[in-house]
Structure formats: structure tokens, C-alpha cells
């Protein structure tokens, strides 16, 4: 009897460990889609002054480049919605 308790035991902690693995996996992630967004805000920023600065016609390229950074930003912020999703979910599981 003892000797299944212990196997249980070893199943369920297994089972903990892979759930605390994956919660981890998902936190980088969040992080990583985080850091992406916070680096084109950035860069746009600074192409947007240099576009207002720019005396060579930056400013025709800019509206473009705006566009396409804008459109990236809200796609990272759909996935880091989903991942958030996926967090609880994997901290409620935990709990």
C-alpha cells in the first residue's frame, strides 16, 4: 500500500512539475511579446523624429513604415492577450 501511495505521490508532483514548466514557458513568452512591442514603440518613435527633423524627405517613408509598425504593435497585443488566457488558465490549474 505504501509503495502505491509513493508512486501516486511521484505522478501527481510529475504532473505539478509539467504544469510549473509550462506556466514558466508561458511567462517568457509574455515577457518576450512584451519586450517586442515596447522595441517598435521605440523605434517609431524615433523614426518619427527623425522624420520631423528630416530635411531629405523621410517623412514620405514614414507614414508607410508608421502604418506597418502600428499593425505589428495590436498583433502583439492579440497574442499576448491569448498567452494571458492561457496563463490563468495554467495558474488556475496550479491552484
Known amino acids: 500500500m505504501?509503495?502505491?501511495l509513493k508512486g501516486l505521490v511521484r505522478?501527481?508532483?510529475?504532473?505539478?512539475?509539467?504544469?510549473?514548466?509550462?506556466l514558466a514557458q508561458l511567462l517568457r513568452q509574455s515577457d518576450?511579446?512584451?519586450g517586442q512591442r515596447l522595441r517598435i514603440e521605440q523605434d517609431l518613435a524615433c523614426e518619427r523624429k527623425i522624420a520631423r527633423e528630416g530635411r531629405?524627405?523621410?517623412?514620405?517613408?514614414?507614414?508607410?513604415?508608421?502604418?506597418?509598425?502600428?499593425?505589428?504593435?495590436?498583433q502583439l497585443q492579440e497574442e499576448a492577450a491569448a498567452v494571458e488566457v492561457d496563463i490563468?488558465?495554467?495558474r488556475e490549474?496550479?491552484?
Open 2 to 4: 505504501a509503495a502505491k
Open 11 to 22: 505522478v501527481a508532483k510529475a504532473a505539478v512539475d509539467d504544469r510549473q514548466r509550462a
Open 32 to 34: 518576450d511579446l512584451a
Open 56 to 74: 531629405h524627405g523621410e517623412g514620405i517613408h514614414f507614414a508607410r513604415y508608421a502604418v506597418s509598425a502600428i499593425a505589428r504593435c495590436r
Open 88 to 90: 490563468n488558465a495554467e
Open 93 to 95: 490549474v496550479l491552484g
